[in-house]
């Protein structure tokens, strides 16, 4: 029953805030009830429930039913088709309540009927709700429970549907009709992120902060001029958060405005031109959340709610982690780099997904694993930080030069903000525990620099020996060697390295080589352009 707890929570701090005292029931029907299923767009669906039963969708992603155009009680016929068409065109497809005919298609259109889409009206959304609370009524009185009437149960075990077992409990579990109109309310909290998982907090706040989103979402989805997804409440709850947590945001909920936020939280498919909700990266959310709790640590449960129930199960989510890594980007970049590049270095934390992350056992630092990262271990592989070096081509048009050079750039910008997520990283995976100077690696890439000047060591020996090893015990060894190159004033620096790794324990050392050798592609970039 982790919905009917999650909604729960919601409702007391709800009714805390409104100074109301609703009852589960009260509020489904007051508020739930209107903003999920009382319009042609319904904003959740719940397979085999009684707000579904009989329905179809138009292309744009309104609800309704299927009617045969009847007179007298029977299904009208005409002489030809053409003469169905007519009476389609002038009596039936301008009505208010119309949605959708199949206008091509002669078993919904021709002389022996007339089939088409249309709107439920208010009696009959009413009608609906009439249905699931005698529904859950009979349900409660029967001691009979199935997924159809109560979230995050498996569905009906009668021939008529198939069965789905996730998150069943052979305890005998004393269940209230107020348990069945929570678990639909908290059904509609939960967080939709990458990988097709959606997260629920049991947190006063974030509950409250979702619901109103779901005001918003209502309000743009109700758009006529907008051909909108609809079913999506666990997907928008995630960029809600997102837009609403974002430093700028001033409480601006026009679609327009949500539309061209530097989040990408719209898509719009090119063919059908359907508008539906982007789904947000976990990672992205993290961050979005840890900007605006006070607690270092929440715990989640990770699973979704739907025909076939998966549970994941809980776990904490650290937002320390996430501040952590904030935090030594504007130490590292400065705030400005660390606010324009925010949108960019968000995406990259966590990119091995959530499953991944749970598999860990936390969601914290060591989840937010950077994409790309791991590629560079245990290699002699290195980043790609020279700065482009272009010129007109023969023949080249100034308009197409300035494309490639502005391209190139693009690209470039890319790579140091990749750049500067790695490092990030990799310097909150070196000091997790304890103080270190951030700057370390960058003090020693910018000493191998001046030896290759100064004691006149060569670049082939730091880039195809020292950075280049597969161990720690080889890193050691041609430190050794790098330290009797070195005159004797210069080679503390080196000592000290040698010591320091010598102590490192194997995975922290991978860390700082990986690092080092990063520091030094960038190093080497700073002086190639000067």
Wanted: charged letters at 30%.
């Amino acid at each position: 029953m982790i919905a009917a707890t999650i909604g729960r929570t919601f409702l007391k701090a709800w009714n805390q805030r409104e100074k109301k005292n609703l009852t589960a029931k009260d509020f489904f029907e007051q508020e739930y009830f209107h903003y999920f299923f009382n319009h042609p767009k319904y904003m959740q669906w719940v397979t085999n429930s009684p707000f579904v039963q009989e329905l179809s969708s138009d292309p744009k992603g309104n609800y309704g039913v299927r009617t045969k155009y009847k007179k007298d009680g029977k299904t009208m016929v005409f002489e030809t088709d053409n003469d169905a068409l007519l009476f389609y065109q002038t009596n039936i497809k301008n009505r208010e309540d119309f949605l959708f005919c199949y206008e091509n298609d002669k078993k919904k259109l021709s002389k022996k009927g007339i089939e088409f889409l249309k709107t439920l009206n208010k009696e009959e959304r009413n009608k609906k709700l009439t249905d699931f609370i005698n529904k859950a009524e009979l349900s409660k009185e029967n001691n009979d429970f199935d997924g159809s009437i109560v979230i995050g149960y498996p569905a009906s075990e009668s021939d008529e549907f198939p069965v789905f077992s996730g998150q069943v409990s052979n305890l005998s579990i004393t269940n209230t009709l107020d348990d069945i109109y929570l678990s639909w309310i908290g059904s509609g909290l939960g967080i939709g992120v990458e990988g097709a998982y959606t997260i629920y907090f049991d947190e006063p706040h974030l509950l409250i902060d979702i619901y109103e989103g779901w005001i918003v979402y209502r309000t743009i989805i109700n758009d006529l001029n907008i051909k909108h997804q609809t079913k999506q409440i666990d997907t928008w709850n995630g960029q809600w958060l997102a837009y609403k947590y974002d430093k700028y945001y001033k409480g601006e909920n026009d679609f327009v405005i949500i539309n061209n936020h530097k989040n990408r939280i719209f898509k719009i498919d090119e063919k059908t031109g359907i508008v539906s909700v982007d789904t947000i990266p976990w990672s992205k959310l993290l961050f979005s959340i840890s900007r605006n709790s006070s607690k270092d640590q929440i715990i989640g449960f990770v699973g979704t709610f739907s025909k076939d129930n998966k549970s994941l199960g809980f776990y904490p989510f650290h937002f320390s982690s996430a501040n952590k890594l904030i935090d030594y980007y504007k130490i590292l970049f400065g705030e400005n780099l660390a606010l324009q590049d925010s949108n960019q270095y968000e995406s990259l934390f966590g990119y091995n997904g959530l499953k991944y992350a749970c598999e860990l056992g936390s969601i914290g630092l060591q989840a937010l694993e950077p994409k790309g990262l791991r590629k560079y271990f245990g290699n002699d592989s290195n980043l790609k930080l020279a700065k482009p070096n272009l010129s007109i081509k023969k023949d080249e048009s100034d308009n197409d030069y300035a494309i490639r050079k502005e391209n190139a750039n693009n690209k470039d910008y890319e790579n140091i903000v990749t750049f500067r997520t790695y490092k990030t990283w990799l310097i909150a995976m070196i000091t997790k525990n304890k103080e270190e100077n951030l700057h370390y690696s960058e003090d020693i890439a910018k000493a191998f620099i001046k030896y290759r000047s100064e004691a006149r060591i060569e670049k082939k020996f730091i880039e195809e020996k020292l950075l280049s090893v597969k161990s720690k015990r080889q890193f050691l060894q041609e430190l050794s060697t790098f330290i009797t190159m070195v005159p004797i004033e210069l080679a503390d620096k080196i000592k000290e390295l040698r010591d320091k790794v010598y102590l490192m324990p194997e995975d922290e050392f991978g860390y700082l080589f990986v690092l080092l050798k990063f520091d030094y592609a960038y190093q080497e970039r700073l002086i190639t352009n000067n």
